[in-house]
């Protein structure tokens, strides 16, 4: 049986309470059959009363190192990176950005392709769309440009080099024997401590994405872009019928019901009394709905 596993990062108050909304989410749509996994760097470790909420969703809460040589200058974006070259008992790996909420059923099995990385193209051009930045970070590794392009999900949906967002990245746990992850952060790091290219942060996860791939040639599947719908900036669009929302901010989810239905589902599954003993700050995330810009 192909074993998935969810794994996202929850370092900070604010991730912990998206952190819960995510699995929450996950849970209802999905019950038992992925395995959920919150890292946490550096052992910043939630409230007791975050713990036990994590307990009732059955996520598996782990705590990991971040050295400080793991970047040139500290990138907690990379925290990401970092998590996902942890251990898992899984076939199937998935990361998703804590920022998230799932809105209805997923076969992440079926969004999968063999030998190849699970991905959605980015928004828009937001790192090398003008200038040869690009050109740099595959000259960097003595790579061609890539003739190929993948058609952005927002905006004037304009074809662009391979640029993914790196808020869903899932990939197999082999390619020929190679972890992915690993070579993901090997790349990443190169990249950021030796490429002598601007404008590297927070983008360095995205860039280094497609170079990844094209440096050990693994190919990416894209996928339909509900599985990764950016919502920041987005009114509320009826015919669109997203599977997981990327809200960014809480606030832009209160204009979608079916983020205001996974909230009001995650407070009636944790309750009052449980949700009583948090500290204020959490729940101070989840009242940021309806916060003004």
């Not at 190929?148 to 662009?160: I, P």
Request: hydrophobic share 45%.
């Amino acid at each position: 049986m192909t074993k998935v596993a969810i794994f996202f990062v929850v370092q900070g108050v604010g991730l912990q309470a998206q952190g819960l909304l995510l699995a929450s989410s996950l849970r209802a749509h999905l019950g038992d059959k992925v395995d959920l996994i919150a890292y946490i760097p550096d052992g910043d470790m939630p409230s007791e009363a975050v713990c036990a909420a994590y307990a009732s969703l059955r996520v598996d809460l782990r705590v990991f190192e971040v050295p400080k040589t793991a970047w040139a200058k500290p990138y907690p974006h990379g925290n990401k990176i970092l998590a996902a070259t942890q251990p898992r008992d899984a076939d199937i790996h998935v990361f998703l950005d804590t920022d998230m909420v799932c809105v209805a059923p997923i076969d992440f099995k079926g969004i999968m392709a063999p030998g190849k990385v699970s991905v959605v193209p980015e928004g828009i051009p937001s790192w090398g769309k003008t200038g040869d930045r690009w050109d740099r970070a595959y000259a960097h590794f003595d790579l061609p440009m890539p003739t190929e392009r993948v058609r952005l999900t927002r905006r004037k949906r304009r074809e662009f080099l391979p640029y993914f967002n790196a808020g869903l990245v899932a990939f197999h746990d082999s390619y020929d024997g190679r972890n992915f992850a690993e070579l993901w952060y090997e790349t990443a790091r190169d990249f950021d401590v030796n490429c002598a290219v601007g404008g590297k942060r927070p983008w360095l996860d995205q860039i280094t994405l497609p170079l990844t791939m094209a440096r050990f040639g693994i190919g990416y599947n894209v996928i339909p872009a509900e599985h990764n719908f950016s919502i920041s900036g987005r009114p509320f669009e009826p015919n669109a019928r997203p599977k997981i929302l990327h809200y960014h901010r809480m606030r832009y989810g209160a204009d979608w019901p079916q983020f205001t239905a996974e909230m009001t589902r995650m407070i009636d599954w944790l309750g009052d009394t449980q949700i009583s003993a948090f500290p204020p700050e959490v729940i101070e995330v989840w009242e940021g709905v309806a916060a003004a810009p």
